[in-house]
């Protein structure tokens, strides 16, 4: 009997920590502001069409200070594939913690889960950076709907969906 409660005693006290670890991962958090110190490495993920045109645009208009980037591409994308390349021809690369940029593919949520994961089990401090689709005016895609309470910061360019998601940031138009 006793060796039981032991064990119940451990079980519960490896439960408590697994939920507060879970809290605090949840928990909004101050991002590493670029260029003050050094560079802040992003994890884009593309899927093909629209979404990779409006996330190239982006990532066009940021500062060196968000380098390295690592894209993730679908084995078939040849064409996002090739925007890529050419984007990133003259970029230099550095070396520092991930954050996650994404703007709705499906793709794109499993890798943002992993991300969490990680930040979860304390092995990876990641930020996740959700930016809805510039065509999504009135709902969320299912992606923004599944990403909307795990994200670090989730963007939408139209104010009427900042009023129906109160989380969300609206900046205008961003690509």
């Not at 697994?18 to 949840?26: P, Q, T």
């Not at 899927?47 to 084995?75: F, K, Q």
Request: hydrophobic share 45%; aromatic share 8%; net charge positive.
């Amino acid at each position: 009997m006793g060796l039981s409660c032991a064990a119940g005693a451990v079980l519960f006290a490896l439960g408590c920590i697994f939920v507060a670890r879970i809290f605090l991962a949840l928990r909004r958090h101050e991002a590493r502001k670029p260029g003050r110190q050094g560079t802040v490495s992003v994890l884009v993920v593309l899927g093909s069409g629209g979404h990779t045109t409006e996330i190239l645009r982006l990532m066009d208009s940021l500062s060196a200070s968000y380098a390295p980037r690592h894209y993730v591409i679908a084995n078939t994308d040849r064409m996002s594939e090739e925007k890529v390349r050419i984007l990133e021809a003259a970029r230099t690369k550095g070396n520092t913690a991930p954050q996650v940029l994404c703007n709705g593919p499906g793709t794109c949520v499993p890798l943002c889960i992993s991300a969490l994961i990680l930040r979860i089990l304390g092995m990876k401090k990641t930020l996740i950076i959700y930016i809805e689709s510039i065509c999504r005016v009135e709902t969320l895609s299912l992606s923004g709907k599944i990403l909307y309470n795990l994200s670090d910061y989730f963007f939408v360019q139209w104010s009427t969906l900042q009023e129906k998601y109160p989380k969300a940031i609206y900046l205008g138009r961003l690509v």
